[in-house]
Every structure is written in C-alpha cells, then in structure tokens.
C-alpha cells in the first residue's frame, strides 16, 4: 500500500515563516502530509490537549528551532514549542530537529529586526537548545539546509520504524473474509481443545482404572494372608479353634457389613465376631470405617467407596473364576 506519513511541524510562527514553508514543501514532495498548530490562539487553555492529539496521530515530530523561545503556556511558564517537544519525546515517538546556526540568526537580525532574537527568556531558549541537542538534531543556515534534513531523515526513520501512517480507503483490505476465517478457525480449535479434554478425561479414568485394579489385586493378595482364630462358625468351643484369613470373611460375610455392623448389646455371637474381630481389621486398609449412629448409644462399621470397589473386584474374580471352570469341562 502507498502509506503516507503524518510530520508534525513545531516552531515558533512569525520568525520561521520561510523555513515553515520549506519543510512542509520537502515533506509534500516526498509524498507525505505536514501537520502543525501555527496558527492557535496562545493563552488558551485547551490549546494543549488539542496539540497533543494532532502530535498522537501523526507518525513523525519535526522541531524548527530559531531564535525566539516563543509563546508561554501560562500554567507551566514553558513555551508551547517547547510542551510541544517534550510530549513527543515522552511518547518516544520519532522525531528530530533542525537548529538555525548563530550566522544564519545574525543574518535574520540584520535582514529584518532584533525581533527575531529572543529578549524576554533568553535563559529558557537556552536550556531548551541544549534539551534538543542531547537529542537527533542538525543546523541549518537557510532553506535548502532544512529540504535535505527532512528528505534525509524521513528516509532514514522509514527503513527504522514500523509506522501506522495514513492509506487511501480503496488500498484497504476487506478484512471481513478474514474475520470470518479466523472466526471459523477459533471454533474449530475450541471444538478440538474440548475433544482433546474430553480424550485426556478417559485416558485418565482408564489409567486410574488400571492403577486401581493392581492395587486391588495386592490389597487382596495381602487379606489372604492375614488370618484371624475363632470358633464362632463350627458351634464347639471344644473343637479345634478354625482359621480364616481376612479375605474370606470380607467377601463372605459382605452382606452383614454393608448393611452395617454395629457393637448393640442384642448383637448375634457373629455380628460381634465382625465388628470387634473382623472390621478392626478392614478398617486400618480403609475398607470400612468406624461411625457413630445419630440418636443411639451405639457405634457402626459402614462399607467405604474403597470397600465397594473391592467387594465389586472380587465379584469379578468369583466370576472370571467359575467361567473358566465351566469352559475347562
């Protein structure tokens, strides 16, 4: 696209009319737009904000220093050139200047009248030159001097910064068929994070799953091997006391503990063999935990989600068993 860039022209008005002209003629003929704020009404309080806008939307600041400090903004006791100047630096957008030389500024006195001197603030003009001389500036002894900075310079800040600068409306894009691409794009990777999601949620739960199955397997690797003496099943004190390991007692006797083993005083030889024996037991692998019952005297041993896990997991093994039994005859 053919861009053109907007220069914003700052220097004092009546004494630099020529070297004005000159700069908005170099920037013109390089195909660019000159801006600037000569012609406002000093004292006005509002005149700030409204040069600080024209300096936010042009891509370039140009300073033509001379030999006056020029008008005084009266809430700072600044010039307007020199707020002007320091807006744009703290903006750190591009910018630069060009100083008018001591012989050019004798020649302009001698040409015209002392009127191009600065009387009033002679102390202020000078700090400002040595402001702008800390920073890109060049001299100038006559019009030709400020043509060749601005063509010089814009050049050189075009192969530096990327500018926004100003198109022709036909050279615009329409970007309304890449709106709706990307538009089109984000749902399809919405659509696919979400999918990609709902993949990782199983692939964990199967993994969970499987993690969980090992855990099982040892869980009752482990029951089996823990056994507890008791006559309470064979009905003779007198006969040799029996062993059962945990495992079986657990799977056998599941119904009673799901339903809930409690320490009542009326509880059967059996269901006092579970609560003190057996669920003591359980308890410490977190197969079933120890509650009290709201509004009784006694204590209850429940199955947790781990216990139904397991109870389920045996069922299986019960199952997977007796299926290989029967295809085997």
């Known amino acids: 696209m053919d861009k053109k860039l907007q220069v914003f022209i700052s220097s004092t008005y009546s004494d630099l009319k020529e070297e004005r002209q000159a700069a908005v003629q170099a920037i013109l003929k390089a195909g660019h737009i000159p801006a600037g704020m000569e012609l406002f009404t000093a004292g006005d309080k509002s005149q700030m904000e409204t040069i600080k806008r024209w300096i936010d939307e042009s891509d370039i600041y140009m300073l033509i220093l001379g030999g006056r400090y020029g008008s005084i903004e009266p809430t700072t ?3 307007y050139t020199e707020l002007e100047y320091d807006y744009a630096v703290e903006k750190e957008m ?3 200047a060009v100083v008018i030389t001591e012989k050019a500024l004798d020649e302009k006195v001698k040409a015209h009248s002392i009127d191009y001197i600065e009387r009033q603030q002679p102390a202020a003009l000078a700090g400002f030159k040595a402001k702008v001389l800390a920073n890109i500036s ?24 990327k500018f926004s600068g100003w198109v022709k409306g036909d ?19 919405n659509d696919l994070e979400q999918q ?16 969980d199955q090992v855990n099982l397997h040892e869980l009752a690797l482990l029951l089996s091997k823990i056994e507890i003496e008791t006559p309470v099943f064979n009905g003779s004190e007198d006969a040799q006391t029996p062993k059962y390991d945990l495992y079986r007692l657990f799977t056998v006797y599941s119904n ?11 509880s059967s030889d059996i269901e006092k063999f579970l609560y003190y024996n057996v669920c003591t037991k359980l308890q410490v692998h977190g197969l079933v935990k120890n509650e009290k019952v709201a509004g009784v005297q006694w204590r209850m041993f429940s199955v947790t989600p781990l216990g139904e896990r397991f109870l389920a997991f045996a069922d299986r093994l019960k ?5 290989n039994l029967i295809s085997q005859t």
């Open 77 to 79: 006791s600044l010039s």
């Open 94 to 96: 591009p910018l630069f």
């Open 138 to 161: 060049s001299f100038f002894d006559d019009a030709k001097d400020i043509k060749l900075t601005v063509h010089e310079t814009i050049g050189d800040f075009i192969g530096r910064y």
């Open 171 to 189: 050279q615009i894009l329409d970007s309304a068929p890449l709106l709706d691409e990307i538009k089109r794009l984000t749902t399809q990777r």
């Open 196 to 211: 990609l999601a709902q993949l990782k949620k199983v692939s964990n739960g199967v993994a969970k799953a499987e993690a």
């Open 256 to 266: 009673y503990i799901v339903t809930g083993i409690t320490n009542k005083a009326a």
């Open 319 to 323: 199952f997977e068993a007796s299926t």
